[in-house]
């Protein structure tokens, strides 16, 4: 506890102590450089409304999700391959399968829906 005030005590004279910093104004003469104006690049190229972005979105979903739903499609045939008779592994294998087909289909059905609105508005 100690401790404690004295580091208040010392944060308290070093602040009261600071004192006001001047610094030199640019005098009564013009300003020795003109100012410059910064124009930022818009981050996102040429996308410049929201449904212009949410349809380069989704035809990126549909890009990526193409080949994770195929590589889970044949992960999900190579579980019903290697089942062994086992009737859960030959099941897993068939849900995963049917969990990549549903799960592209939602995406295209994002594609489809943005497409929609795309041409509504």
């Known amino acids: 506890?100690?401790?404690?005030?004295?580091?208040?005590l010392a944060l308290t004279l070093c602040a009261g102590?600071?004192?006001t910093i001047l610094a030199q104004g640019p005098g009564?003469?013009?300003?020795p450089t003109p100012?410059?104006?910064v124009q930022l690049p818009n981050p996102l190229g040429s996308t410049s409304t929201v449904d212009s972005l949410l349809h380069r979105i989704v035809d990126?979903?549909?890009?990526?999700?193409?080949?994770?739903?195929?590589v889970m499609i044949i992960y999900?045939?190579?579980q019903m391959l290697?089942?062994?008779g086992d009737p859960e592994k030959f099941t897993k294998g068939r849900k995963t399968i049917l969990y990549a087909v549903v799960g592209y289909g939602i995406i295209f059905i994002g594609w489809g829906l943005?497409?929609?609105?795309?041409?509504l508005l």
């Open 114 to 119: 943005v497409s929609i609105i795309e041409k």
């Open 82 to 84: 290697f089942a062994g």
């Open 35 to 37: 100012p410059v104006e």
């Open 1 to 8: 506890m100690r401790y404690f005030f004295a580091t208040i």
């Open 76 to 78: 999900g045939a190579f």
């Open 17 to 19: 102590l600071a004192g």
């Open 60 to 70: 990126w979903l549909v890009t990526v999700a193409a080949p994770i739903a195929a």
């Open 28 to 31: 009564p003469g013009p300003l």
